[in-house]
């Protein structure tokens, strides 16, 4: 069995269905990840995986044990990253932020101060591993929760957005360990509506949007789907709903539009694309031809852009 094992899994909050019978696993060393807008599913999807929220239907399982049933096996198991928990217990000093909850794990005196001082090393904290977390930068605190995530040397590791918030360099960086923990042989399940970082990341990707799983492979496959074709890339202004032209037209700001067209033959297609456009009574700002990305792919499955 997968470590990381949903089945069928929905949640309804009231009518509201946040979650619809999903289904998916993720292996050892694998980082799997769900990708979708705001409101998709995600973060209670990994919720319910940590047992913070009980399932309406559907079973989920955390290295072989149903987190429902058996929440405190499964937890064990089990290394979190939520995101709305970066302002919590600040006052500590970071060294002291990771005794305190090795302790709730059950790891005292030297073995949880070695555990503790390993980890800060590992995610390069230990120069400030003294000082107040308060006083840490968004970057630190998050590879500080990522160090107390791998307190109990979990099988499994659940981050939720794991990199919002963070400047490019600390993206970077942040993205950089969870490939190393995942090289350890653990299963990381992420969950992020960056496209780019998906695609960089993980070696399956589950596309989720209205709490579905509307697509699951990996990234390449995923792309490939698009027919091995190009997208081509027409940025308008004057663009309106009522001008009929073929893709998705996303907004990027100062009433500009960019026109996304999954084509096979781009070199034929995109001067058609232009002159369409034109004809229509859109000014063509710019245009290309590009390869598909992740987002495309999103795109042309569930009919909406990542950054509504
Ligand atoms: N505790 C809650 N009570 C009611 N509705 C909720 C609750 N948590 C999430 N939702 C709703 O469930 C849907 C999915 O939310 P969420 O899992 O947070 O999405 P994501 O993490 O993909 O942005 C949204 O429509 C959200 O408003
Ligand atoms: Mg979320």
């Known amino acids: 069995m997968a470590p990381v094992e949903v089945s069928d899994l929905s949640k309804r909050f009231g009518t509201r269905v946040a979650?619809?019978?999903?289904?998916?696993?993720?292996e050892a060393g694998e980082v799997f990840?769900?990708?979708?807008p705001n409101g998709a599913g995600k973060s209670t999807t990994v919720r319910m995986l940590c047992g913070l929220l009980l399932p309406t239907?559907?079973?989920?399982?955390?290295?072989?044990?149903?987190?429902?049933?058996?929440?405190?096996?499964?937890?064990?198991?089990?290394?979190?990253?939520?995101?709305?928990?970066?302002?919590?217990?600040?006052?500590?000093?970071?060294?002291?932020?990771?005794?305190?909850?090795?302790?709730?794990?059950?790891?005292?005196?030297?073995?949880?101060?070695?555990?503790?001082?390993?980890?800060?090393?590992?995610?390069?904290?230990?120069?400030?591993?003294?000082?107040l977390v308060e006083r840490y930068s968004t970057g630190m605190k998050q590879r500080l929760a990522?160090?107390?995530?791998?307190?109990?040397?979990?099988?499994?590791?659940?981050?939720?957005?794991?990199?919002?918030g963070l400047d490019p360099v600390s993206a970077r960086l942040l993205r950089d360990e969870v490939r190393a923990v995942a090289a350890e042989g653990r299963t990381v399940l992420l969950t992020t509506h960056y496209m780019e970082e998906a695609d960089e990341l993980c070696q399956r990707v589950a596309f989720v949007t209205g709490g579905r799983i509307v697509a699951l492979d990996a990234p390449g496959a995923l792309k490939r789907r698009l027919g091995g074709g190009a997208v081509c890339r027409v940025?308008?202004?004057?663009?309106?709903?009522?001008?009929?032209?073929?893709?998705?037209?996303?907004?990027?700001?100062?009433?500009?539009?960019?026109?996304?067209?999954?084509?096979?033959?781009?070199?034929?297609?995109?001067?058609?694309?232009?002159?369409?456009?034109?004809?229509?009574?859109?000014?063509?700002?710019?245009?290309?031809?590009?390869?598909?990305?992740?987002?495309?792919?999103?795109?042309?499955?569930?009919?909406?852009?990542?950054?509504?």
Do not use: N
């Not at 399982?61 to 429902?68: M, P």
């Not at 160090?147 to 919002?164: G, Q, W």
């Open 235 to 308: 940025e308008l202004a004057g663009w309106r709903p009522d001008l009929s032209l073929p893709g998705e037209a996303v907004a990027i700001g100062e009433g500009r539009w960019e026109l996304r067209v999954p084509v096979s033959d781009p070199a034929a297609e995109l001067p058609a694309l232009v002159a369409q456009a034109a004809q229509a009574g859109a000014a063509v700002l710019r245009c290309e031809s590009v390869e598909p990305t992740l987002e495309d792919v999103f795109v042309a499955v569930a009919g909406q852009a990542l950054r509504a």
């Open 19 to 26: 979650v619809d019978h999903i289904s998916f696993s993720a």
């Open 146 to 164: 990522l160090a107390r995530s791998m307190l109990a040397d979990p099988a499994v590791l659940l981050l939720d957005e794991p990199t919002a």
């Open 57 to 131: 239907s559907g079973v989920a399982r955390i290295a072989g044990h149903d987190v429902a049933r058996h929440p405190v096996a499964a937890r064990r198991r089990l290394g979190a990253v939520l995101g709305g928990e970066r302002s919590l217990y600040w006052k500590l000093t970071g060294r002291e932020y990771l005794l305190y909850f090795a302790a709730l794990y059950g790891l005292r005196g030297a073995d949880a101060r070695r555990r503790a001082g390993d980890l800060l090393a590992r995610f390069r904290l230990d120069d400030r591993a003294d000082e």
């Open 33 to 36: 990840g769900l990708l979708g």
